[in-house]
């Protein structure tokens, strides 16, 4: 199988790559990725780098000339590239709907033109906004509450709509929060961590009480396989979530009495506006149509989690001292810290 996987060089991407390396060698991988500011080469292995199936192609999925060559070559593809980080949406949407959206329609166009025998878009549960109901199935209205989930639901229609007007073989996922190694340490799990491990705050917005459900990433990856391989599921949208809901402060403390460090490191700041207040999925129909379940428990997997972390510490000190990630860090949280209006940076 030829297998295009778009963001590749990201968190969940370079978590998925791993995982078909090893568990089908004999998958021919492409990545394309334009390695944004998380697009990271370190996220892939020396022997992921050394393995003749395995080929990286430094591009943007807003290239059409590029997306459509690439296409010719391809059995399947797997569309994770996305700007993801919500805060920085609010701050500036620009990328996130030219990726997000724009760059979802290129791929879409190419599959059009150069047909494949699976697309899977990688949404997200963000399209749902705050639960209005639990759990929360594929059903959910969609009230994304953030730019970054609104180009999300824009692009998770988009592809639904070349499914429903030109029979495309393309299938929605729908992931809940996933965390564990690789993952930037401006997302919530990483940067708890990092932040624990420097003897820095942990920033918690509003009253912490928000809650998310959880899902390790080995078993998120296994999830989107298990989609690759299944037969018959053109146009369905799927949740792969966990059933586990753990709030901020749970976690943010877990985090501190794992790293021995004290408690006043917890500092509360203000809300993120549009903050979705709670995520908990119904994973029903990942177990039927998929046969999926996630195998990793919140306790361990965040402990492995930290334990990467400590072991780590090169890949993420270096992503953290680029000035990149501090000037972020200092306006992003320098004016929740005032409790101010959230400004944007044009
Ligand atoms: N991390 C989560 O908790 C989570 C949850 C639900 C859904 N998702 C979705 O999963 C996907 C992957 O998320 P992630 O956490 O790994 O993100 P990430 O930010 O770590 O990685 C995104 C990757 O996309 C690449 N990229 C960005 N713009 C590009 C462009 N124009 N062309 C080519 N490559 C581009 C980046 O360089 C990066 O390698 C995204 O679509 C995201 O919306 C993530």
Not at 15 to 28: G, I, L, Q, S
Not at 309 to 326: A, F, L, S
Request: glycine share 6%; aromatic share 12%.
């Amino acid at each position: 199988m030829k297998l295009l996987i778009t963001g590749g060089a990201g968190f969940i991407g370079s978590n998925f790559v791993k995982f078909v390396a090893r568990e089908h060698p004999d998958v021919k991988i492409t990545v394309l990725d334009a390695l944004t500011y998380c697009g990271n080469m370190d996220n892939f292995t020396p022997e992921i780098l050394r393995n003749k199936n395995f080929s990286f192609c430094h591009g943007n999925i807003l290239d059409e000339k590029l997306v459509f060559n690439l296409m010719k070559k391809q059995d399947k593809v797997v569309h994770f590239a996305a700007w993801t980080h919500i805060d920085r949406s609010i701050t500036l949407s620009d990328p996130f709907m030219d990726t997000d959206f724009k760059g979802t329609q290129v791929l879409l166009e190419a599959i059009k033109k150069h047909p494949v025998e699976k697309f899977i878009h990688i949404s997200t549960s963000e399209v749902y906004g705050s639960a209005q109901k639990v759990p929360m199935d594929e059903h959910h209205p969609i009230a994304p509450q953030s730019p970054y989930a609104g180009a999300k639901a824009g692009s998770d229609r988009l592809a639904y709509s070349y499914w429903a007007t030109y029979k495309l073989p393309i299938t929605i996922i729908r992931p809940f929060n996933v965390y564990g190694p690789n993952q930037y340490p401006e997302k919530l799990i990483p940067f708890f961590i990092t932040n624990a491990l420097e003897n820095k705050n942990l920033l918690i917005y509003g009253d912490g009480k928000n809650t998310r459900d959880w899902t390790y990433v080995t078993d998120t990856v296994r999830g989107i396989w298990n989609t690759l391989e299944k037969k018959n599921i053109d146009g369905e949208v799927i949740n792969i979530g966990s059933e586990m809901e753990v709030n901020v402060i749970d976690i943010a403390k877990t985090i501190l009495d794992t790293l021995k460090k004290p408690d006043k490191l917890l500092e509360f700041i203000g809300d993120r506006p549009g903050h979705v207040t709670r995520l908990f999925a119904n994973r029903k129909k990942a177990k039927s149509l998929l046969n999926w379940e996630p195998k990793m428990s919140f306790d361990k997997g965040l402990e492995q989690t930290i334990n990467w972390y400590i072991k780590n510490k090169e890949w993420w000190q270096k992503i953290r001292t680029k000035p990149e990630y501090k000037e972020f860090e200092t306006l992003w949280y320098g004016q929740l810290r005032k409790n101010s209006k959230i400004k944007g940076v044009k």
